[in-house]
């Protein structure tokens, strides 16, 4: 006996809307950081479900995303770029690295800087990414697991606290010209965050937990 059709709402994603198929629906939420979908057995309840709110029809069975946002955490882009920085707490040096998402193989790395922080790593690896990206004329989205950094690049500036030394000088004229870097130019490239929790650890995390 062949299986009832279903029918898909997705609020939040790349493109909302009703969907007639489970493929359809996952173009729209596959890498997507929170994305908010369900299906439903008529496409008149799907309908009706898009116009109204999710938290209405998203129950208990489905896996909250990070900090309590409703919806899935869907599967991430592997046609995509990851970036991660390391710092050494012991001798405060700093480096950074991208590798492409689906076979972990390495983009670029620059450091060990010394006398820096993770979260400027993190930010100086996502704008590498950018510029790196833009260089090849590539849209793939680039996975960072750093709110901080993300926030950092949304915002144009580096947010650090960190106090310039003669040490750490070579790091102060990079954060500069990432800084100038993003007030000079767009890009289409999604930043996303990489959900480790769900999907374990960044797949360029250094290894060194």
Not at 31 to 39: C, D, T
Request: aromatic share 12%; hydrophobic share 35%; net charge positive.
């Amino acid at each position: 006996m062949a299986k009832s059709p279903k029918y898909y709402t997705v609020w939040k994603g790349h493109q909302p809307g009703v969907y007639d198929s489970w493929a359809e629906c996952q173009q729209q939420i596959q890498g997507y950081a929170g994305a908010l979908y369900k299906s439903f057995d008529s496409k008149a309840a799907a309908v009706k479900a898009f116009r109204e709110k999710p938290h209405l029809h998203i129950g208990a069975t489905q896996k909250p995303a990070p900090q309590g946002k409703l919806g899935f955490v869907g599967k991430p882009d592997t046609d995509s770029v990851s970036v991660d920085a390391a710092w050494n707490t012991a001798s405060g040096d700093m480096e950074y690295q991208g590798v492409y998402t689906g076979n972990k193989q390495l983009l670029f790395h620059q450091g060990p800087f010394p006398d820096g922080t993770n979260n400027i790593g993190e930010f100086l690896a996502i704008v590498h990414a950018l510029a790196w990206l833009k260089q090849r004329g590539s849209t793939m989205p680039i996975y960072s697991d750093s709110r901080t950094a993300i926030g950092w690049v949304q915002k144009k500036k580096a947010n650090t606290k960190l106090e310039e030394t003669p040490r750490n000088a070579e790091l102060f004229k990079l954060l500069e010209r990432a800084e100038t870097w993003l007030q000079s130019n767009t890009y289409p490239n999604r930043i996303l965050k990489w959900e480790t929790e769900h999907w374990g650890e960044n797949p360029a995390d250094f290894g060194r937990k």
